[in-house]
Structure formats: C-alpha cells, structure tokens
C-alpha cells in the first residue's frame, strides 16, 4: 500500500507495478527514466565528485540562459530552471532514496545543481564568467564544508527538502562570500580577477 509521503503519481505506478499491471520492461524503462533526471544527466553518476560534476550543469545552464536570454529575462529564466529543478529533487527523492538505499544518495545530485542555480539568482554583479567560476568554486567548498545549519540539516534532515536546504543554505553563504570578495576586490586591487 502506498504511504502518505509518496506523490499520486509515484503511488498510482508503484501500485500499478505492484500489482502487475505494469510489466517488467515498463518499471525499467522508468528507472532508466529516473536514473538519467535524478543523476543529472548522467553527471551525478560520476565515480569521482559526483556533486561537483552535477553542479556544472547548473553553470552550464546559468551561461546558456546569460547567453542566449535578453538581459531583463536572464533572472526569471534562472528563476523557473531553478523551480523545476526543485520540483523535480521534491518528487524524485523517494524513488532514488529506494533505488539508491540511502537518506541523501551521492548519486542523486538535483539538489546540487538547484544549490548552485541559486548564486546567479541572488548575486548579479560582475561578468558572467567571475559569477560561474567564483560562484562554482565557491559554493562547491562551502557545499562539502557544510557550515552551520546545513551540517546539521544535512545529518539529521530526512526527506526531499532536507536533501535540497543543505545546498541552498551553502549557495547563501556564497553569495555572502561574493559580495565580500566584490568590496575587498578594489581595495586589493584585483577587481579584474574577482568580481568587478
């Protein structure tokens, strides 16, 4: 029987599989489905930092979005990847928490790339490519780090919000840390290599 914290549409198929109404192929053709979403294309099936392979296509998409949008779609843009991304993390997290057989699977990395998606959202200064790479480098540190409260999110959170807050929380710190790095820049006088 299907429980209260699973979405209609992950209960109807896993009844539906369960009851055999669904054969085999079908629940393969949906992992394979989920596997490909929830691993961020593949990125997050990395042997080797699979949260930083993952978080690239977060930068990938800020600098398709800055590429091809006009200046005053850039944000809202940013803004509904950034929504489905969380809309995705929210009804993916029971079946990769069941697939992957952990609280916080390495392998399922939505939440990396919705960390990340959040620094063009919150700091718009500089050029783009100091906001990817500060903003890249930056958050990774501060998402493997885990200052408080996302170490403590992270260790005893449960569920699709507890798995994307970490992530959100780092990406506010790096914010932080760039509007830092944009007011010691001319001071130290390496505007052109940090954020201008």
């Given at each position: 029987m299907c429980g209260m914290r699973r979405t209609a549409a992950a209960c109807l198929i896993s009844c539906a599989i369960e009851s055999g109404?669904?054969?085999?192929?079908?629940?393969?053709?949906?992992?394979?489905?989920?596997?490909?979403?929830?691993s961020g294309f593949g990125l997050g099936l990395s042997p080797i930092a699979p949260g930083t392979c993952a978080a690239l296509l977060g930068v990938a998409l800020h600098l398709a979005i800055a590429?091809?949008?006009?200046?005053?779609?850039?944000?809202?843009?940013?803004?509904?990847?950034?929504?489905?991304?969380?809309?995705?993390?929210?009804?993916?997290?029971?079946?990769?928490?069941?697939?992957?057989?952990?609280?916080?699977?390495?392998?399922?990395?939505?939440?990396?790339i919705a960390g990340y998606l959040v620094v063009p959202l919150l700091f718009r200064h500089g050029q783009l490519w100091q906001v990817a790479l500060w903003?890249?480098?930056?958050?990774?540190?501060?998402?493997?780090?885990?200052?408080?409260?996302?170490?403590?999110?992270?260790?005893?959170?449960?569920?699709?919000?507890?798995?994307?807050?970490?992530?959100?929380?780092?990406?506010v710190y790096t914010v932080g840390v760039l509007q830092a790095l944009r007011f010691i820049g001319p001071s130290l006088g390496i505007t052109r290599w940090l954020i201008g």
């Open positions: 109404m669904l054969g085999e192929a079908a629940q393969v053709r949906r992992n394979t489905l989920n596997i490909v979403l929830a590429l091809v949008a006009s200046p005053h779609w850039v944000v809202p843009a940013i803004a509904v990847v950034f929504i489905v991304v969380c809309i995705a993390n929210h009804l993916l997290t029971p079946w990769a928490q069941e697939y992957w057989s952990h609280k916080d699977p390495k392998h399922f990395v939505l939440d990396e903003g890249f480098l930056i958050f990774r540190v501060l998402d493997i780090i885990k200052l408080p409260p996302a170490r403590q999110i992270d260790r005893n959170g449960t569920g699709a919000w507890a798995i994307l807050l970490d992530d959100i929380i780092s990406a």
